[in-house]
C-alpha cells in the first residue's frame, strides 16, 4: 500500500505546517546525487522482523555499504542497511500510533516561516 505523508510538526501555541514529504522520492535523489558511489545491485525480497518486502537494492563500493529500500515502508523508505560497522533493519511498522497534532493545520509556506524565524530573539 503506497501512502502520501504529511509531516506535521508545531511549536507551542503556533498552528502546524502541513508539508507534503515524499521519503522514497528524497533517498532516491540523495542516491541520485553521489551516482558515483552508489550503484544498482538489482532487486529482489527482503525478510526483515517487520515483513517481507520486494526491495531496490543499491551498493556503495566506495562506503562498503549495501542498502534495501521500498517506497512501502515510510517516512524512509530504509528496510535494510548493512555497513563496515553497522547493521540496520526495519523491526516493525507502527499503523495505529495516535495523532498528537491539535488545532488548526495550514499550508506550509517556507517564506512565511523565515519571516517567523527572523523576528525571534535570538540568544
Known amino acids: 500500500m503506497k501512502r502520501n505523508i504529511l ?5 507551542p501555541g503556533d498552528p502546524a505546517p502541513e508539508m507534503p514529504f ?6 532516491r535523489e540523495r542516491i541520485q546525487e553521489n551516482m558515483e558511489d552508489w550503484h544498482s545491485a538489482g532487486s529482489g525480497t527482503v525478510t526483515a522482523p517487520a515483513e517481507t518486502f520486494d526491495c531496490e ?9 549495501d542498502a534495501w529500500i521500498t517506497d512501502k515502508v515510510t517516512p524512509f523508505g530504509m528496510v535494510k ?5 553497522h547493521t540496520m533493519v ?4 507502527l ?5 498528537r497534532i491539535t488545532g488548526l493545520v ?3 509556506d517556507p517564506a512565511t516561516m523565515t ?4 523576528q525571534q530573539p535570538r540568544p
Open 115 to 118: 519571516q517567523q524565524q527572523q
Open 7 to 11: 509531516a506535521l510538526v508545531a511549536m
Open 90 to 93: 526495519l523491526i516493525k511498522i
Open 95 to 99: 499503523t495505529d500510533a495516535p495523532d
Open 57 to 65: 537494492h543499491w551498493r556503495n563500493g566506495k562506503a562498503k555499504s
Open 106 to 108: 495550514q499550508k506550509f
Open 22 to 27: 515524499n521519503p522514497a522520492a528524497a533517498h
Open 81 to 85: 542497511q548493512v555497513g563496515e560497522n
